[in-house]
């Protein structure tokens, strides 16, 4: 059974770029699309965007200029970077799985099956 | 892109039935049949619940169900329990590769 962990600082100071790293357990990372979704305190789910294990990306438009994310498949692990960082970034972030389905003869990603526990990230001086 | 438009709260009986809505635009619910239903309790990560409008997941009961009529998805829970008491987003494919959630339902259970 898939599983999935993210790791990274809690605390982050303003301006600077927030790292995260998920960890995949109990399957291989190969051939999925993973996403990152991020939850302030007592609010909504933002989805910030996913990544293929060939590299290939795409992000929310609100974020996109700040996002970047990259995928290690030697180490079953993906990373989310976020740049210039304010106080509205602090939120608990989550990896997950990204699956799709086939409509009007397309495919689209459009669900998430898997999730990790979340991890709480501040932004803070 | 602006959330989709969720209840803030439901609530219902045990035993009975609750419909939470889910309402977004022609670009993005309206378009695809591409929505996706998660519940979340409180410190936890959300659950898949539904995709695909109105598919379930391996293991997830089939009180749980899903649908759509036009730019509104809807998620019923049928037979209420104790345990379903918790946070609902839906979350719907937006074009362009991207997704857009929910503002979330918190459903009591009375």
């Known amino acids: 059974q898939v599983q999935l962990q993210e790791s990274g600082p809690g605390l982050v100071k303003p301006s600077e770029t927030l790292s995260l790293t998920c960890t995949v357990s109990?399957?291989?990372?190969?051939?999925?699309?993973w996403s990152w979704i991020r939850q302030p305190a007592g609010k909504g789910l933002e989805w910030i965007g996913r990544i293929f294990t060939s590299g290939s990306t795409n992000y929310n438009p609100s974020l996109k200029s700040r996002v970047t994310m990259s995928v290690d498949t030697s180490k079953n692990q993906f990373s989310l970077k976020l740049s210039s960082v304010t106080a509205a970034d602090t939120a608990v972030y989550y990896c997950?799985?990204?699956?799709?389905?086939?409509?009007?003869?397309?495919?689209?990603?459009?669900?998430?099956?898997?999730w990790g526990k979340g991890t709480t990230v501040s932004v803070s001086s | 892109q602006s959330a989709l438009t969720q209840p803030a709260s439901v609530s219902g009986s045990p035993g009975q039935s609750i419909t939470i809505s889910c309402t977004g635009t022609s670009s993005d619910v309206g378009s695809y049949n591409l929505v996706s239903w998660y519940q979340q309790h409180p410190g936890k990560a959300p659950k898949l619940m539904i995709y695909e409008v109105s598919k379930w997941p391996s293991g997830v009961s089939n009180r749980f169900s899903g649908s759509k009529s036009g730019n509104t998805a809807s998620l019923t829970i049928s037979g209420l329990q104790a345990e379903d008491e918790a946070d609902y987003y839906c979350c719907s494919y937006a074009g362009s590769t991207t997704l857009i959630f929910g503002g979330g339902t918190k459903l009591t259970v009375l």
């Open positions: 997950a799985r990204n699956r799709g389905s086939s409509s009007s003869g397309n495919y689209y990603y459009h669900y998430m099956d898997v």
């Open positions: 109990g399957g291989s990372i190969r051939s999925f699309y």
